[in-house]
């Protein structure tokens, strides 16, 4: 009889761990995370084409090991990734006598010549991050015309998935962090706001082109209302 009572009373703690749990994980699933363009075209480590200074294998482990936790705490982790057609506009490549990073003038709109980078189906196209953390991958940068350093739109105003991806999903709350400070996770972090979320981006998570333009970039960020983190803090997290 003894082990009979013992068995229930288990049953039913382990019912209440049960629910306290999912409530935790319903309530923590508002808040979601942006990993941006951790990809390898963007590493000194994978030595890409379009490297961004500080993204050796160490800065590419500690992202990863910031999304391991973030995901064990219940948050929805979600993902951007350049994913460029190899005939695309930003490529210098693709404009004869034009050099890497000039800066030219397309239908009005001011554009970057970028390396060719993040290529569809190459090897430093991939994102580094452990994939499985991954609830959703939106790709970007996929129209030949436009430039899109932003998750959630192109330079042509044509719309990503991942307003809908977050909002199907309940998330009202954004932790931004990854490559580059200064342009995607600028852009992500800004539409994000614009779009009406609450926005969080991780300082140490993330890499700059250049130091001036990322910090004019935090500015800009923090002008929006987004609130920036030196490095990350679950506490403060918990409390967004």
Avoid at 25 to 37: E, F, P, S
Wanted: charged share 25%; glycine share 8%; with cysteine.
């Amino acid at each position: 009889m003894k082990h009979i009572i013992f068995f229930i009373i288990s049953m039913i703690l382990g019912g209440i761990l049960l629910v306290s749990h999912a409530t935790m994980a319903i309530a923590a699933g508002k808040i979601g995370v942006i990993v941006v363009d951790v990809q390898g075209d963007f590493t000194t480590w994978k030595k890409g084409s379009l490297a961004v200074n500080g993204t050796d294998k160490a800065f590419v482990e500690k992202v990863q090991k910031a999304t391991e936790t973030l995901n064990r705490e219940g948050y929805l982790i979600f993902g951007t990734q350049d994913w460029h057609p190899a005939d695309h506009i930003s490529f210098y490549t693709n404009h004869p006598g034009k050099k890497a990073f000039e800066v030219i003038k397309i239908e009005g709109r001011t554009q970057v010549l970028w390396p060719p980078h993040c290529i569809q189906g190459t090897e430093n196209a991939k994102v580094l991050v452990d994939n499985n953390l991954f609830l959703a991958v939106v790709q970007k940068g996929r129209d030949t015309r436009y430039d899109s350093y932003s998750g959630f739109m192109d330079d042509g105003g044509a719309k990503t998935e991942m307003d809908q991806i977050l909002k199907r999903n309940g998330i009202q709350k954004l932790i931004v962090y990854g490559i580059a400070t200064d342009y995607c996770v600028k852009a992500t972090a800004i539409d994000a706001a614009d779009a009406g979320y609450k926005v969080f981006v991780v300082e140490d998570l993330c890499k700059g082109v250049a130091p001036d333009t990322s910090a004019k970039a935090l500015k800009e960020m923090k002008k929006k209302g987004i609130t920036t983190l030196k490095e990350l803090d679950l506490q403060k997290i918990r409390c967004f």
